[in-house]
């Protein structure tokens, strides 16, 4: 049996980190679950080739569960929004109050694009020589329809995408044959019975365009060894390397880092204090106190987190464990979607490739707010593109965070360049530290019949 991957930091786990807090955390954040994935071979062709790029449209956007939108996005019947990634294109729409469908975006006459962007409509009516379609799919008619004898009306419904619904997202998956949706993201549902993801709307919705590959980038979210290198303002208050990472099912995976803890070589070295008054830097101004001689760093800051965000958002936090109000608690759903369980950072991710180009892809970052429960408004964000030379701090609903986000693409750059000037053979990737990136590479290789 290998025992590749079982070494671990000499620092205190996230385990008994948790497990000192004052407020027990909830049982998906005790869980440990590691599995060795193999020795993963990830070559640097497959972030710079256009044939890879084939192989992914052929085989993997057509054949995945892929999240599409957000429910508040498409709120009344006939809203609709496209999704579209390499060769796939979906009309993603409410067909009835409590119905959605994702039909393939393409006339059945000669192909034409039946919607772009999104809107309300309805019924999809192409622009080209008016063959329409009801809400539903079904075909409502054509003009010279004496000429289309041949055609059978009964069978010209729309072809449609799987759909399913969780945590307040539509996920589709363009293959008829998918298995369900409950079943690919186990055991996703379970992790976040207690954190529903429906009872938050959509705050912040911005993208950026990367200048590297969507795994590349993507692949930067995997893993927390790069924070003291490329985030050095957290070492005092963040702890990457004793982070722990969880490989839970075939297209799931997770990583938890405690805030409140320094990085391992810092540890007894600074003071709990220190370490609070650091942390607390990176809090809106409002929420900070004077910190007191004898602190505890975690509790402290989740008292600030408590009230803070609490009163910001309107809702009401005094039940939450330190674990959810602070930690780092981000899954990843194969093979594009990264939901966070916490609310402190309350925020979600999507990769895709942009366009046809193997070396630029678009990110985006959702912020999903609690909806208020003391009645105050809200608003669902409109979607924000964002070019490869600007700064996520333009984005609005992001400024605070829109610094970290930086540091992390402003390296991608980099990474995509010295990947086509590498002349390595595979990419170097750590045991434990960076196993969501092997495991995902053999999922990844599995969906493209590579091995
Ligand atoms: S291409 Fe759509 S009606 Fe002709
Ligand atoms: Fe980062």
Known sequence: ????????????????????????????????????????????????????????????????????????????????????????????VRTAADTIKAFHNSCLHRGTTLAEGEGRVGQFRCPFHAWTWNLDGTFRMMAAEWDFGHVDVATMALPEAAVAQWGGFV?????????????????????FVDHPLDDRYLFAHAGRIIEANWKATLEAFLETYHVAATHPHTVRFANDTESQTDTLGPNLTRMLEATGVPIGSLIGKISEREIAEKAQRVLPREFRRAVPENVQARHFLADRLRDGLGSMWGV???????????DTDQYHLFPNFFPWLGVYLPIAYRFRP?????????????????KPTDGRPYETAAFQLLQADQSWCQARGLEQLGMVFDQDTDNLVRVQRGLRFGRQSEVTLGDYLEIRIRHYHRRLDQQLGLH
Request: with cysteine; aromatic share 10%.
């Open 1 to 92: 049996m290998s025992t590749r991957g079982t070494q671990r930091s000499a620092g205190p786990s996230y385990q008994s980190v948790i497990a000192a807090d004052l407020t027990p955390p909830p049982v998906s954040l005790r869980v440990e679950q590691f599995d060795w994935p193999g020795d993963t071979r990830v070559d640097p062709q497959r972030y710079t080739s256009r044939e890879f790029a084939a192989l992914e449209a052929t085989h993997l956007w057509p054949k995945v569960w892929q999240m599409a939108c957000r429910l508040e996005q498409i709120p009344e019947v006939g809203s609709f929004i496209t999704y579209e990634v390499a060769d796939v294109g979906l009309i993603v």
């Open 171 to 191: 996920f589709v998956n363009p293959d008829p044959q998918a298995e369900p949706f409950e079943q690919y993201s186990a055991p996703l549902g379970e992790h």
């Open 316 to 326: 009401d936090l005094s039940a939450l464990s330190e674990a959810e109000l602070l």
């Open 354 to 370: 942009w366009g046809e180009d193997p070396h630029r892809s678009l990110m985006e970052i959702m912020v999903l707010h609690p």
